[in-house]
């Protein structure tokens, strides 16, 4: 039996793996918060690094570039729940209220839905709850 065909296929599904982690456990009975579904955090994913240009500011793996990280345990404008996330994509950050000195417009300068604004939310919900991913 060759070997090959394993090489090949374990890492090919460990990157599927990690790229919907937060889907796959949420299938398996984590929690997410009210609301929230598994593919709306798939869509959020989608939309963070596309057409929503969050990954412009927070970098592609969410870690912060201009914008802060998203994936730890520090909320520099809230205490990081759903709700408070899907306001502050709403709302942004004017230069009045920014901790860091980073201004963030609504939705991040995109034109993303409301529906969208959700999904982004509870993608990086996730990021920043590790329990739930």
């Known amino acids: 039996m060759s070997m090959r065909p394993f090489v090949v296929a374990v890492p090919a599904a460990l990157l599927w793996a990690g790229s919907w ?16 579904t598994p593919s709306m955090v798939k869509e959020g994913a989608t939309i963070f690094t ?22 730890d345990q520090t909320w520099l ?13 709403k709302t942004g950050v004017p230069p009045t209220q920014s901790v860091s000195g980073v201004v963030m417009p609504p939705k991040g300068g995109s034109d993303i839905s409301e529906t969208q604004v959700k999904a982004v939310a509870a993608y990086v919900w996730t990021l920043s709850h590790p329990s739930a991913t």
């Open 21 to 36: 982690q937060s889907e796959a456990h949420a299938q398996a009975g984590q929690p997410l918060p009210a609301g929230v």
């Open 50 to 71: 596309g057409q929503g240009t969050c990954f412009v500011c927070h970098g592609p793996d969410a870690k912060g570039r201009i914008g802060p990280n998203l994936t």
């Open 77 to 89: 404008h809230s205490q990081g729940s759903y709700e408070e996330i899907v306001q502050q994509i």
